[in-house]
């Protein structure tokens, strides 16, 4: 094996190991978030994200599944959600964190930013409304712009894990 290709399956190994921790922390979260109990400012909410900039064959806007635990953070000022994210897309899937910081005067209306390397388009930008049960966000970078479609996951009802296809 040549050393270029030594360090391209070091570097692969790396990314699976990554993803398998990253998957295991958020079910962890999701589980933890699910018994909960109730006005404990954890929630768990379900749905697709699409992409309005990359489509599929048929035309149609490219997604996939979505998972996110909100987490309010009472102490902080102004109140801003701890959102963790579990997005897949095809075969792959990805977590991340970011924090959405309410819109001043408002009680449903937050906005937050999440840093990329350049490549996957630099600086996500969010705006997400929580009505009820929906929440629906849109995010906008150099890369990629699209929405967020989520409904509340009822405490004690289970989903499968995310690391299976859906």
């Not at 806007?61 to 801003?80: E, S």
């Not at 991340?96 to 600086?123: C, K, M, Q």
Request: charged share 20%.
């Amino acid at each position: 094996m040549t050393a270029r290709a030594a360090m391209i399956s070091r570097a692969l190994l790396a990314l699976i190991c990554g993803a398998l921790g990253a998957c295991a922390s958020f079910d962890a979260q999701w589980q933890a978030a699910g018994s909960a109990a109730p006005g404990a400012g954890v929630t768990r909410w379900e749905g697709r994200w699409e992409s309005a900039a990359h489509k599929v064959r048929s035309g149609a806007m490219d997604g996939g599944r979505l998972r996110a635990v909100l987490t309010r953070t009472p102490a902080a000022p102004g109140h801003p959600l701890r959102a963790d994210f579990r997005a897949h897309w095809k075969s792959f899937a990805t977590s991340y964190t970011l924090t959405l910081t309410p819109v001043p005067g408002s009680h449903t209306d937050f906005r937050g930013t999440h840093e990329l390397p350049a490549i996957f388009g630099g600086t996500y930008r969010y705006t997400a409304r929580i009505r009820g049960d929906h929440c629906t966000a849109r995010y906008d970078s150099s890369y990629d712009r699209g929405t967020f479609n989520l409904r509340r996951v009822a405490p004690g009802k289970e989903s499968p894990p995310t690391h299976s296809r859906h």
